[in-house]
């Protein structure tokens, strides 16, 4: 019976590929920048905002502390925030990710210290903005000590 015949061949094939056949289809994303671009021109640009959202700079008149001023600019340290947060989602898709072990663990780091980051620019929190900031930069360094061992460190 083709019927049946079509309807195995389903099977297998949904089984296979997870996505055919009219069941639970892959979603249809398509990734742009491979784990480079994505370090260069999403995730870098958004950290180096969190970064310098606060902190302070000393020079010969003394120590000068610098944090957000106004709506904007708490909004645009939490922004970054996001950006920070999915990247770790983005970076556990294939074909970036490098293996389903150790690399989705640091990955998934990163979702979880973006998150904090999140909540600590929206509640307008100074210094959790720079605590977290340093536990954003231990996020990136963690996985660049054993897939990027050529980093000495993230912007470099
Ligand atoms: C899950 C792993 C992982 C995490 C987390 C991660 N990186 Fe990376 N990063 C890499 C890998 C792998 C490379 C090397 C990519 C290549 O050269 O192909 C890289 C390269 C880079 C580069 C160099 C890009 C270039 O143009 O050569 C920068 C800058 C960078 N990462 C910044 C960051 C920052 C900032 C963070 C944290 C906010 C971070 N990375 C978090 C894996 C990661």
Redesign the pocket.
Known sequence: MPGMTARLGCAVAAFALLAACGGASAPPFQPVA???QL??SV??PA?DVYWDAVGSIVDEKGVMEFSPQSSEEWDGARNSAYV?AES?NL?MMSPRA?DAGE?MT??R??VDVGQKAIRAAESRDKSGVFDVGAE?YD??T???AK??VE?AR??S
Do not use: F, Q, R, T
């Open positions: 491979d784990v480079k370090m260069a995730l870098e950290a920070i770790g970076l490098k690399w640091l990955s780091a990163l954003v996020a990136c963690n996985c660049h897939y990027a980093l993230p912007g």
